[in-house]
Structures are given as C-alpha cells and as structure tokens.
C-alpha cells in the first residue's frame, strides 16, 4: 500500500479492535517458527480448546514478486495461498484453495491508488460469492464500503459502510454494518509510545440496544506488556505478555464475568517460540 493511500475497508476500526482482543485467547496455544538458510519459513501450531486438540503445520516462502503458504491441519485438509505481487502496476492478487474442499477456491485482487484502494475477491465455484469493498481519501482520512453478493440466491448478503481517521496520537472510526442494523464507534488515543487508551460503542438499531467496551495497553519495560479491558456485560479482562527473546514470548489471559458468579474465570496461555 502507497505511503499516502487510505487503508482497505477492513482495517477501519482495526486499531480498537487489536487493542480490545488481540492477545485474549482463553486456550492452551503452542507456536513453533523456524527458518531455513534459503528463507523458507516453518511453523507448527497446537491448540488446546476445552478437551480437544488442534494442530497443523504450515510452510510459508517469499520470492521476489510472489508469495506461497502451505498449510496441513490435524483433519488433512491441506491450504494453499498464492499471492503475486505487481500483477500490474499497484496490483496484487491471491489465489486460495483448500483440499478436499473443491468449493474453497477464492481469487482476490487488490488494487491501490494514490487515494483510492480496491479489493475485490470471487469464489471459483459454479455460484460464487462476490465481495467488493473500496476506500477513498488518504491515510489519514478515508470513508469506504463493502458489499457481498451471493449469486446462489442472486441477493445482497452484507452491505456496510464507514469512515476512518488516524495520525499519530488518535485513531477514530464510524461504521454503519449488519446491513445497517447497528452503528459501531471506536477510538483509540496514544497518549505516548508506551500507553494506549480505547473503547467501543455499539447501538443496535433494531432492538435499541447499546454496549461498549474499554481498554488500555501499557508496557511495563520493553519486553513487558499488561493490557486490560472491561465491558458493560460485567466481563473483566486482563493479558500479560512477555518477550524474552525477539519474537518469542508468553501470553497469560484471564477474564472474570461477574454476572457468572458460580463459573470459574476463563485462563488462557499461549507460547510462540522463534529460534
């Protein structure tokens, strides 16, 4: 994306959103990355949800212009994404398939502009899902849309809109989404390069009702981070992480709900180690 482009539609919003729920995962994870001389990235994943295990392993290699993940999971379904770069000039596009899933095959196209950002993205199957989202502006001011047309039952499936404001201490949005149903508003401010404060208002229009959320993000040290969150729900969250090495590190989580008095707090760990 051009220095001097708005972001694509997705990322409105995406600063609260990471500082809301990044982070908070309430399972046992492991991550293993390794890398090989000629660059090829390696990474096996476990997670622990409840009484069951998850796992796959991934392989992952960047060429000049082009990029190709490999991914096998603990049911042998094998991903693969292909991504090449300058397709045309400020384009790219992504091909993804899964196997034996002959329905999963998507082709996306994203294309940027000085002011202007496109994505577009077309299932490869006989009634393909279309979506389409774009954005215009610049990187500190944009307003876009998305929209999702299922050729299946020839109707619209999602239509939403927003407008979105950075700079260096604030970052704002507006969203108008669930098919207009409810408005979500989110704000983030930095108040300097080891605290961030934000929250989250959501109105649903159809039942008139309102909830939010806040949180906070400060570093204790440089390899430190505690972050909180509380919501109108009653929930209370926390996470520390901490870096021992670059790129490897241990995540703790808890949430507290207290208007689950008999249920016991949800804990979560995860572990990403990067020789």
């Known amino acids: 994306m051009g220095s001097s482009s708005p972001a694509p539609f ?57 990029i190709v993940n490999l991914k096998i ?56 899902l279309l979506d389409l ?16 047309f299922d050729t299946a039952s020839s109707s619209l499936t999602k239509y939403n809109a927003g407008i979105g404001f950075n700079n260096q201490d604030v970052s704002a949005a507006l969203i108008l989404e669930d098919k207009g149903e409810s408005l979500r508003a989110t704000y983030v401010h930095t108040v300097n390069q080891t605290t961030s404060f934000g929250a989250e208002l959501i109105r649903r229009f159809t039942n008139y009702n309102n909830s939010f959320t806040v949180g906070s993000s400060h570093s204790l040290d440089p390899f430190t981070v505690v972050k909180t969150r509380f919501s109108d729900s009653g929930k209370a969250g926390m996470v520390v992480q901490r870096e021992w090495r670059p790129k490897s590190h241990i995540t703790f989580s808890a949430e507290y709900d207290s208007k689950a008095v008999t249920s016991s707090p949800r804990l979560g760990l995860a572990l990403a180690l990067k020789p």
Request: glycine content about 8%; overall charge positive.
């Open 73 to 128: 999971d603990s049911h042998s379904s094998v991903s693969t994404k292909v991504t090449v770069k300058n397709l045309i000039p400020s384009a790219k596009a992504v091909i993804s398939f899964k196997i034996p899933d002959h329905k999963s095959g998507k082709l996306d196209v994203q294309y940027v502009h000085p002011h202007a950002t496109l994505n577009s993205s077309i299932g490869l199957n006989p009634t393909p």
């Open 133 to 148: 989202s774009a954005t215009i502006g610049s990187k500190n001011v944009y307003l876009g849309g998305e929209v999702s």
């Open 10 to 66: 997705a990322e409105i919003g995406k600063k609260a959103k990471d500082l809301l729920n990044k982070d908070y995962i309430f399972d046992h994870k492991f991550t293993l990355t390794m890398l090989s001389a000629s660059g090829t990235e390696f990474v096996a994943t476990g997670l622990k949800k409840d009484d069951f295990f998850f796992g796959d392993i991934s392989t992952l290699y960047k060429g000049q212009n082009t």
